[in-house]
Structures are given as structure tokens and as C-alpha cells.
């Protein structure tokens, strides 16, 4: 089985950082991509970054030049550096892997639970 755990989130005042954490756990050979979605109230969920295995990434406009991901595919883990945090920042994240390849054979996509970031004005 698989399984994503995420740490971080919080409170934090506009101007401020975070990282989140996301750690895949289980019988897993490989995974292909590794990203952040987020969901504000009252919106959809959105892509917020992906690093890909073969290590290109895709940041959305809005986080352009302030989040960073990264990857440790050693311990199956992505992190998002989240600087100067606006108060549109707020919503639930979401780790997903995508590509996720386990033993005996099995491919499938997998979603953390979220973690709420909260940030003030």
C-alpha cells in the first residue's frame, strides 16, 4: 500500500515563508511525477507546482518566483518552499504522485490529506 504524509501548514502573517513536506511511504519502485495541488474556500482545486522524475517542474502563474519544489527521490519526497506568502495563498495543499510504480507490479496515483495553510493580512 501506499501512502502520502504531509507536514507543515500553519499560521503565517502576509510576507512570511513556510515549507511543506510530503513523504511516500510503501512497496514503491518508482514515481514519476510528485506535485502540489491547493484548494482555497470556495474555489477549485488547483495545480500549484509538479517536479516530474525526469526532473523538469511547472509552477502556476500566481507562485511563479516565490514557491520552489524540490525532490528527494531517495526517501520518495517532495517539498514546497512557499516565500513571501499572501493572504490568496490560503487553502488546503495537497501532495499527489503520480506514476506511482509498487511490487509486484502496480501502477496507480495517490493523494495526501492536505495541510491547511492560513495566511493573514
Known amino acids: 500500500q501506499v501512502q502520502l504524509v504531509e507536514s507543515g501548514g500553519g499560521l503565517v502573517q502576509a510576507g512570511g515563508s513556510l515549507r511543506l513536506s510530503c513523504a511516500a511511504s510503501g512497496n514503491i519502485f518508482s514515481i514519476n511525477a510528485m506535485g502540489w495541488y491547493r484548494q482555497g474556500p470556495q474555489k477549485q482545486r488547483e495545480l500549484v507546482a509538479v517536479f516530474r522524475r525526469g526532473g523538469t517542474t511547472n509552477y502556476a502563474d500566481s507562485v511563479k518566483g516565490r514557491f520552489t519544489i524540490s525532490r528527494d527521490n531517495a526517501k520518495n519526497t517532495v517539498y514546497l518552499q512557499m516565500n513571501s506568502l499572501k493572504p490568496e495563498d490560503t487553502a488546503v495543499y495537497y501532495c499527489?504522485?503520480?506514476?506511482?510504480?509498487?511490487?509486484?507490479?502496480?501502477?496507480?496515483?495517490?493523494w495526501g490529506q492536505g495541510t491547511q495553510v492560513t495566511v493573514s493580512s
Open positions: 499527489n504522485a503520480e506514476g506511482v510504480l509498487t511490487t509486484p507490479t502496480r501502477w496507480g496515483n495517490y
